[in-house]
């Protein structure tokens, strides 16, 4: 059974019937002892069906150790938003509520090509000389 | 969450990483997350709460001072 319903599969689908660029929706999982495992996979996968520039690929945590490496991947359910670059997007745990509307808009963005960012935050950005990590804690809502 | 992926994707030098804290409670607890969202800067500074643009790159700002310092 689908996780996304109808209804809201024609409302995605119209979202990213938009997409100028190819989009890799990457998910790591495996199939024992992760609880959202599996239903993330499915969801990713029912995102990626809505627009052909949305391609889904999946790895194991573990046995896809190469890949799990190249993209630094330290738990899962993992998903990993690029284009052809990797931007160091990622996604942990399976995006619901409020974070399912990020992952869309996410997709759009890097489809996009721009980052919406305001002309002082992109400024200061590219004088950066040390690499700068922001994790943020988020809860299904 | 949406504008730490914007970061992202805007400098090769930042990644962000959203986490839902119920699925991985060892690293709400290991991050102090009492409440979302919550934000970590190179897993030292916290930032609680939703900020607008102009305050993350403030906290951006004051993270990378801070550790020249």
């Known amino acids: 059974m689908p996780i996304i319903s109808e209804r ?3 409302i995605i689908q119209q ?4 997409l100028k660029q190819p989009v890799r929706l990457i998910n790591f999982t495996q199939e024992l002892e992760c609880e959202y495992c599996r239903d993330t996979s499915q969801l ?3 995102v990626a069906q809505t627009s052909g520039s949305l391609r889904f690929e999946q790895y194991n945590f573990v046995t896809d150790k190469e890949m799990t490496e190249k993209y630094k991947i330290e738990q899962i359910p993992a998903t990993v938003v690029m284009d052809d670059r990797d931007h160091g997007i990622k996604f942990y745990g399976i995006p619901s509520g409020y974070e399912f509307a990020t992952i869309l808009d996410t997709i759009k963005m890097v489809s996009s090509g721009q980052s ?3 002309k002082e935050t992109k400024d200061y950005l590219r004088t950066l000389t040390t690499p700068i990590n922001l994790k943020v804690f988020v809860t299904p809502t | 969450m949406r504008l730490a992926f914007q970061m992202a994707y805007e400098s090769p030098l930042v990644t962000a990483e959203a ?3 119920i699925e ?3 690293l709400a607890i290991k991050y102090n997350v009492q409440g979302v969202p ?3 800067i190179n897993d030292r500074i916290p930032l609680e709460g939703a900020y607008p643009e102009r305050a993350v790159l403030d906290a951006i700002k004051a993270a990378v001072e801070g550790a020249k310092a």
Request: charged share 25%; net charge neutral.
């Open chain 2, 38 to 40: 919550r934000t970590v």
């Open chain 2, 24 to 26: 991985f409670p060892h």
């Open chain 2, 19 to 21: 986490i839902e804290a």
């Open chain 1, 44 to 46: 990713m996968r029912e």
């Open chain 1, 15 to 18: 979202q990213m019937s938009t």
């Open chain 1, 116 to 118: 919406g960012l305001a």
């Open chain 1, 8 to 10: 809201d599969k024609a």
